[in-house]
């Protein structure tokens, strides 16, 4: 049985695609590993459709969750239709937990349109990677598809969610960040209209 949903933290995520437009070199995707703490595994043999990702919702309780979270070994903005068709659902349902989406902040690109207006009244968090302070740095630890211009895209969507989204937060590992850096990181995001974490580098 693949794993679609997870827990983690009193949280509910949701792995629905492990395509990705990026390498990012601290990725826990890289030598052979097929899960991480959330998960043992997290590689799908299918990307779910519609009726297994409600089926898989079905026999949770829902309740008992602090959030849900769309993020598992992939970009999940690949599927943003679907994840806007899920949302959808299960609000019609009643479920009322709190929605957060964790992003490469590539989606506007993936898609070919601006999807930050599609997030209104569906997402109430986005967490986008930010991972580093210059575009230099950015592309030397993300390794987008697209190169630098990924960089553009990341702040450009970024910018665009916090019209649409209540909570729009960027983040990077601390892995051989200086308190400088760091700064700077938090600078950029307060510009752009976000706020930022610090997230622990999990070496396994």
């Excluded at 599927?79 to 019609?92: G, H, M, P, Q, S």
């Excluded at 892995?175 to 396994?204: F, N």
Aim: glycine letters at 8%; proline letters at 4%.
């Amino acid at each position: 049985m693949m794993t679609i949903t997870y827990e983690y933290e009193g949280s509910l995520y949701v792995n629905l695609t492990n395509r990705c437009n990026c390498s990012c070199v601290f990725c826990l995707r890289h030598n052979g590993h097929k899960g991480s703490i959330y998960a043992d595994d997290l590689w799908l043999e299918h990307e779910p459709t519609h009726e297994e990702i409600l089926a898989d919702f079905a026999r949770r309780d829902l309740s008992q969750y602090r959030e849900l979270v769309f993020c598992g070994f992939g970009e999940p903005t690949f599927r943003w239709d679907d994840i806007a068709w899920t949302v959808d659902r299960l609000k019609e349902q009643g479920v009322k937990l709190p929605i957060r989406i964790n992003t490469n902040g590539h989606g506007n690109h993936i898609n070919g349109r601006d999807i930050t207006p599609e997030m209104t009244g569906r997402i109430d968090t986005v967490s986008v990677s930010l991972n580093g302070s210059t575009v230099e740095e950015y592309v030397a630890v993300t390794r987008p598809g697209h190169g630098e211009q990924a960089w553009e895209d990341m702040l450009d969507f970024t910018r665009r969610a916090t019209g649409h989204v209540p909570d729009v937060v960027m983040t990077i590992v601390n892995k051989d960040k200086t308190p400088e850096d760091i700064e700077r990181c938090r600078a950029m995001a307060q510009l752009l209209g976000a706020r930022l974490r610090v997230r622990e580098y999990i070496p396994e």
